[in-house]
């Protein structure tokens, strides 16, 4: 995938989290973990922009670690709000996927990248 495709699909992911954390009840818990989910599903694609601009290699692995760990943590709190029933898992099995889906994206490029200039004669 492209990096113009890429940064779409990060900027639409932040949109449908934005979107998805609108529509939680109005309660303390809801609102804790939507203000979580928010922060981090919204740094996925503000974090591969800034990966997008590194200076070397190794910066852009450093930039996309956070990539994977922003991307990571929306699943947990997806997860959370699922499990606590404050959404039906239905509602944000698209949500849960595209996350997913840009997580193992995010790692196989990490994992490249690492292969290729980082250090290339290790195995990973």
Wanted: charged share 25%; proline share 2%.
């Amino acid at each position: 995938m492209d990096e113009g495709t890429f940064k779409q699909r990060t900027k639409g992911f932040a949109l449908s989290v934005i979107q998805m954390v609108e529509t939680l009840p109005r309660n303390r818990t809801a609102e804790v973990l939507g203000r979580q989910l928010l922060r981090a599903g919204t740094s996925v694609g503000a974090n591969y922009r800034a990966a997008c601009r590194g200076k070397s290699a190794s910066d852009v692995v450093a930039k996309l670690s956070i990539v994977e760990e922003e991307a990571d943590e929306s699943i947990y709190w997806i997860e959370l709000l699922v499990e606590a029933g404050i959404v039906a898992s239905n509602s944000v099995e698209a949500l849960k996927k595209e996350a997913n889906e840009l997580l193992a994206m995010t790692v196989a490029s990490i994992k490249t990248l690492r292969c290729r200039f980082v250090n290339p004669k290790s195995k990973i």
